[in-house]
């Protein structure tokens, strides 16, 4: 146990993410002196994100420092809270409630359990494989075939972006990679860090010099300069933290774009599921966030692929 | 119950607040000591401990749900929870309609009304769900005739509808393991029997006051 503190690199991440913490706490706090009525809810609610910010990089510091479990526990956590708002909102049936059951408590534990025995094979095929097949038989068992295929598709994306897609980010911890053996809570860590600010300095280049919307039906927020200015200071961001990866600065670089790339990719995709479904947020857990599912949605689309690019590229 | 909160009933509102998920919100009153009447849908086993464990603890030490006799003498462990536990008001269901004769219907109804209003006291608050048995979640079926009679005996009493929302996808009828997902608990503005009310039109507002409070379209 903290064994963490010993990585000296580790430590300096811990570091950088508490100077930006504390930089914008200070900017937030003098944006406040000097608000007006019109930016008075949007400065509000900003303050209300940096405070949650302290929160949950708390919380995932400590985890990630009790080692390999306590980041296994935190995303089982957060893979649960996700799933349990996607379902809430999700229309289900009567007839859906044993598949529920087992998604919640049999499937989604038992893939964080695998990563937890290190079991690759099964870990990867577990719910793409066998929940794919499980989830439409126990619906047809139950025996209500009204939009059958609908019920089934969405409890199977639900259980896909929730539990196999966010199960990614830890399992980083079960890769082997030659000459960075012991080392792979920093490939955790930088994957989390080049993602959440990737939407955040995306938020922040929106609010600034936000015009032109990307997909306004879908997320009236999202504007090319706001994408373009996140993704590259978040792209620049990343390269500079290559002395924490395996990567060179080079390979940095493409890893931390394609994490920028997919992350904008899975909040644009849980955009339009909550359009479809007519809600703004998917839950009101985190203080101006919205829901877990809010915060997490680029995340569950950049872990399994930067998961499988380390493991395609750096894993013999 | 001025003799405080059975430690099972504390475990059980945790538990029933943690895998439902409720979140709260006092819309049209504050939380209060006054002596009410919470009346809500009932959809689920959950529904009774989950709006139970949403009042602040003073409160809920006085505060007995009414439920079903036949149903909650079934088994020991039925009753025990029902008496020991929940000091639950244990009413004859149904008992005023198998009557023979005008007269006894009326006698019986008047004996559960007397059950009801000696519950009340004078300090405790009761939870009553008027459809007198639980429903799919979809629609609710119309109040019995209790909390009107209920109504005119204890003016003083404050009648507060209360929604419970996504309860029944929670744990629905006939289901015995829950779905963890989230649900929704709204306590509405107290009503009252207007003067000369007849009983179906209090009724049918009763049961618009609670209805009217649902926040998501398709639950």
Redesign the interface.
Known sequence: MFAAIHDSKLVWLYGGVLFLLVVSTLIGQSLKSRRTDASRSTIDNLNARIGAWWKMCAIFAVAVMIGRIGALVLFAIIS?LAM??Y??LV??R?GD??T??WS?FVIMPLQYYLIGIQWYGFFAIMIPVLAFVFVPTSIAIAGDTEHFLERAAKIQFGIMVCAYCLSHAPALLLLHIPGFEGHDARLLLYLVIVDQMSDVLQYVWGKLVGRHKIAWRVSPNKTWEGFVGGVASATALGTALWWATPFSPLQSAGMSFTICLLGFAGGLVMSAIKRDI?IKDF??VIEGHGGILDRIDSLCFAAPIFFHLIRYYFVP | MSNGIHPIASLLASVARGISGVQVQWAGCEPDERQRIYFANHSSHLDFVVLWSALPSDIRARTRPIAAKDYWEQTALRLYLAKNVFHAVLLERGAATKAQTHEDAHFVGRHLIDQMADALGAENSLILFPEGTRGTGERMAPFRSGLYHLALRRPDVELVPSYLENLNRILPKGEFVPVPMLSLLTFGKPIQVEPGEEKDTFLERAREAVASLRRIGNA
């Open positions: 649960f349990r708002e379902m809430t229309p289900t009567r409630h044993r529920l059951f919640f007519g839950g009101v």
